[in-house]
């Protein structure tokens, strides 16, 4: 009646026994480190660069706890932050600027954790410490980006259809096209209707001039505006990668702003400069009418630029931009006809005809792509116009590597910001704080287990002790759960875990008075354990059903801290069911269900009726809630 079958112990054996594995390592704390990233897609994290940091810190008799080389940069752990500032300072001064040299926090797991996954839950701003920014989007930015792209494409719409136009101007937010006919302007607001149906277009006649106004629909600004704030928040949380942040939050708040909390950072200035990078695309046609030489001596013609072709040599470039990253829809890695790596890129429909166009007009001639990264451009590859490219798909090849072309293809995905940002609200969260709100959360949940603990065993015996030890099993799984999902805990979190300590011994309450109750009704010990947990189940499993649905709500509904307190509360829910049952019930098992005839249970007192007519209602009760 009372025994479990050998596979079900198993079970439970190998809950604990990962609960315990998984939640180690958040006991084993932080220590702080830097981090070491190349800014530019030239400069690769390999063990040349791991080399160079080690001998740069070893001539500064900098001591260091550990090295680690990963995909995205080097990172060095630190006894303290005061050598953590020393190394900073001195490697940024050492790699120039061509690396960022960041404050961070590593994990002490040991590595044979680490090597069978078990890693410590990430911990959120309020407990872990970083930075936090409110960024506003400049929605008249956004605008005036669009009016002038779309008077960009007037141009080179009225051009192919070879419309005569007097000129084009944007003034505010209003696109001014100048005729020097009627039939003109005509002809222009029929072929401007039909392409661009986010224009608003109203004639104007200005002395001798005819003019045609466009301007932008509502719904297209209303568009436009929503569409910024989406393609900044995604760019932002490409850039973010860059500094190893683990569970940064960036989401929008309100209409035109963004919130970016990056946990465990601790370099304000740093954080800054990788959220305000920019990496774009731009097409010019190559100056070979003029010497480079005399560039090189310092007499650079107007109207060009001087550059470094990769792998090549110097290169002049125009001035005048054809083509930019704004009209790539996509861009991925690649090899070209010769199985050399490449950059594969698909252009709107605006950038195929000006692509087109372009490589129309320019047969013969050399045209340069140019990678803008953090202010600095430099000449990807400079072919030779062969022939006509139609179809918006261009391809971007020579002179480098696969990782080369993967990073390349990702920053021009990521691309510029859709709109300028300013930060309107920074905080920055010390490590100290983190660290005491930490030990505040962990010695409420402690000291109210203990409570709880010393009640249990009072009130019910040893069916009280055996609650408190299922108790502690489904705390140790929960923190082993969250630590497997890699959830990130916040102080709403460590509120959602105390809730759940009350929640988790309740079950366990309505178990052992279940029990009470058989036992008064004059069933045997065993029959009575066993009744009580078989008729217990349905109020348990309705009483976490309901609160799961609530949580479900707050997670589906809810944003920031209260989504951390929903999963934490999900998540307990779902282990107290399974300690406050199943394991308690093994551990009963375990104490009471070899013996045969057994006679008492040390479950408190069981108060029974001294009369018979109170025995007949106290029977009557108890039949009504079977």
Same mark, same amino acid.
């Given at each position: 009646?009372?025994?479990?079958?050998?596979?079900?112990?198993?079970?439970?054996?190998?809950?604990?026994?990962?609960?315990?594995?998984?939640?180690?390592?958040?006991?084993? &704390?932080?220590?702080?480190?830097?981090?070491?990233?190349?800014?530019?897609?030239?400069?690769?994290?390999?063990?040349?660069?791991?080399?160079?940091?080690?001998?740069?810190?070893?001539?500064?008799?900098?001591?260091?706890?550990?090295?680690?080389?990963?995909?995205?940069? #080097?990172? %060095?752990?630190?006894?303290?932050?005061?050598?953590?500032?020393?190394?900073?300072?001195?490697?940024?001064?050492?790699?120039?600027?061509?690396?960022?040299? $960041?404050?961070?926090?590593?994990?002490?797991?040991?590595?044979?954790?680490?090597?069978?996954?078990?890693? +410590?839950?990430?911990?959120?701003?309020?407990?872990?410490?970083?930075?936090?920014?409110?960024?506003? %989007?400049?929605?008249?930015?956004?605008?005036?980006?669009?009016?002038?792209?779309?008077?960009?494409?007037?141009?080179?719409?009225?051009?192919?259809?070879?419309?005569?136009?007097?000129?084009?101007?944007?003034?505010?937010?209003?696109?001014?096209?100048?005729?020097?006919?009627?039939?003109?302007?005509?002809?222009?607001?029929?072929?401007?209707?039909?392409?661009?149906?986010?224009?608003? /277009?109203?004639?104007?006649?200005?002395?001798?001039?005819?003019?045609?106004?466009?301007?932008?629909?509502?719904?297209?600004?209303?568009?436009?505006?929503?569409?910024?704030?989406?393609?900044?928040?995604?760019?932002?949380?490409?850039?973010?990668?860059?500094?190893?942040?683990?569970?940064?939050?960036?989401?929008?708040?309100? #209409?035109?702003?963004?919130?970016?909390? /990056?946990?465990?950072?601790?370099?304000? $200035?740093?954080?800054?400069?990788? /959220?305000?990078?920019? =990496?774009?695309?731009? %097409?010019?046609?190559?100056?070979?009418?003029?010497?480079?030489?005399?560039?090189?001596? &310092?007499?650079?013609?107007?109207?060009?630029?001087?550059?470094?072709?990769?792998?090549?040599?110097?290169? /002049?470039?125009?001035?005048?931009?054809?083509?930019?990253?704004?009209?790539?829809?996509?861009?991925?890695?690649?090899?070209?006809?010769?199985?050399?790596?490449?950059?594969?890129?698909?252009?709107?429909?605006?950038?195929?005809?000006?692509?087109?166009?372009?490589?129309?007009?320019?047969?013969?001639?050399?045209?340069?792509?140019?990678?803008?990264?953090?202010?600095?451009?430099?000449?990807?590859?400079?072919? #030779?116009?062969?022939?006509?490219?139609?179809?918006?798909?261009?391809?971007?090849?020579?002179?480098?590597?696969?990782?080369?072309?993967?990073?390349?293809?990702?920053?021009?995905? $990521?691309? =510029?910001?859709?709109?300028?940002?300013?930060?309107?609200?920074?905080?920055?969260?010390?490590?100290?704080?983190?660290?005491?709100?930490?030990?505040?959360?962990?010695?409420?949940?402690?000291?109210?287990?203990?409570?709880?603990?010393?009640?249990?065993?009072?009130?019910?015996?040893?069916?009280?002790?055996?609650?408190?030890?299922?108790?502690?099993?489904?705390?140790?799984?929960? #923190?082993?759960?969250?630590?497997?999902?890699?959830?990130?805990?916040?102080?709403?979190?460590?509120?959602?875990?105390?809730?759940?300590? &009350?929640?988790?011994?309740?079950?366990?309450?309505?178990?052992?008075?279940?029990?009470?109750?058989?036992?008064?009704?004059?069933?045997?010990?065993?029959?009575?354990?066993?009744?009580?947990?078989?008729?217990?189940?349905?109020?348990?499993?309705?009483?976490?059903?309901?609160?799961?649905?609530?949580?479900?709500?707050?997670?589906?509904?809810?944003?920031?801290?209260?989504?951390?307190?929903?999963?934490?509360?999900?998540?307990?829910?779902?282990?107290?069911?399974?300690?406050?049952?199943?394991?308690?019930?093994?551990?009963?098992?375990?104490?009471?269900?070899?013996?045969?005839?057994?006679?008492? %249970?040390?479950?408190?007192?069981?108060?029974? +009726?001294?009369?018979?007519?109170? $025995?007949?209602? &106290?029977?009557?009760?108890?039949?009504?809630?079977?």
């Amino acid at each position: 009646m009372n025994r479990y079958p050998f596979w079900k112990y198993l079970i439970i054996a190998v809950s604990i026994v990962l609960g315990l594995l998984y939640t180690l390592p958040n006991f084993y &704390g932080e220590s702080p480190a830097v981090q070491i990233s190349p800014l530019r897609t030239t400069a690769k994290a390999d063990t040349a660069l791991l080399q160079r940091v080690e001998e740069a810190l070893k001539k500064a008799n900098l001591p260091i706890n550990g090295m680690l080389l990963e995909p995205g940069g #080097v990172k %060095v752990r630190f006894a303290d932050t005061d050598t953590q500032i020393k190394a900073r300072d001195m490697l940024q001064s050492v790699l120039g600027n061509g690396y960022m040299v $960041a404050l961070n926090l590593l994990p002490n797991s040991p590595q044979w954790l680490t090597s069978i996954g078990a890693l +410590p839950m990430y911990l959120g701003l309020d407990l872990r410490g970083g930075v936090h920014f409110m960024l506003q %989007v400049d929605m008249k930015g956004a605008l005036s980006k669009a009016l002038d792209r779309y008077s960009a494409d007037i141009r080179g719409s009225l051009r192919e259809k070879k419309i005569p136009y007097a000129g084009l101007e944007k003034q505010g937010s209003l696109i001014i096209v100048k005729f020097r006919s009627a039939e003109s302007r005509a002809q222009a607001e029929a072929e401007i209707k039909k392409t661009y149906t986010d224009l608003s /277009l109203r004639d104007q006649n200005v002395e001798a001039e005819f003019h045609l106004t466009a301007t932008l629909t509502p719904e297209a600004q209303k568009r436009i505006q929503d569409s910024a704030v989406q393609q900044n928040i995604t760019t932002l949380r490409n850039r973010v990668n860059e500094l190893g942040v683990a569970e940064p939050i960036i989401q929008q708040a309100g #209409v035109d702003r963004v919130v970016v909390q /990056l946990p465990g950072v601790q370099d304000t $200035a740093k954080a800054k400069d990788i /959220l305000g990078r920019t =990496a774009t695309l731009e %097409v010019r046609m190559v100056d070979e009418e003029r010497e480079v030489d005399a560039a090189l001596r &310092g007499q650079i013609p107007f109207g060009s630029e001087l550059y470094t072709e990769r792998g090549g040599g110097p290169i /002049l470039v125009k001035k005048q931009v054809v083509l930019t990253g704004d009209r790539i829809n996509d861009a991925q890695a690649g090899f070209d006809n010769n199985n050399q790596p490449a950059v594969h890129l698909n252009l709107d429909n605006n950038g195929a005809r000006i692509f087109r166009q372009l490589t129309h007009d320019n047969v013969g001639k050399r045209m340069a792509i140019l990678l803008i990264e953090k202010n600095q451009a430099e000449v990807i590859t400079a072919p #030779v116009i062969r022939e006509e490219i139609g179809g918006g798909r261009v391809q971007i090849s020579g002179r480098m590597t696969t990782e080369e072309a993967r990073d390349v293809a990702l920053l021009l995905r $990521a691309g =510029a910001l859709a709109a300028p940002m300013d930060i309107v609200e920074e905080r920055t969260v010390g490590p100290s704080l983190g660290a005491e709100n930490i030990a505040r959360g962990f010695n409420s949940t402690l000291y109210g287990f203990l409570m709880i603990a010393v009640f249990m065993s009072v009130y019910y015996l040893v069916f009280g002790v055996i609650s408190v030890v299922a108790l502690g099993v489904n705390l140790l799984l929960l #923190v082993g759960l969250l630590s497997i999902l890699q959830a990130t805990l916040t102080l709403p979190g460590m509120a959602a875990i105390a809730l759940t300590i &009350g929640m988790a011994i309740d079950a366990n309450v309505l178990i052992n008075e279940r029990i009470r109750d058989e036992l008064r009704q004059g069933l045997p010990p065993q029959a009575a354990i066993n009744a009580g947990y078989e008729r217990a189940w349905g109020t348990i499993l309705d009483s976490n059903v309901t609160t799961l649905i609530a949580g479900i709500a707050l997670f589906a509904f809810g944003s920031g801290p209260i989504k951390g307190f929903a999963v934490v509360l999900c998540l307990g829910i779902l282990t107290s069911m399974f300690s406050a049952v199943m394991v308690s019930r093994s551990l009963v098992n375990l104490v009471y269900g070899s013996r045969r005839k057994l006679e008492h %249970v040390a479950i408190g007192q069981v108060w029974k +009726p001294t009369n018979p007519e109170s $025995a007949a209602r &106290g029977a009557t009760t108890a039949s009504s809630k079977r």
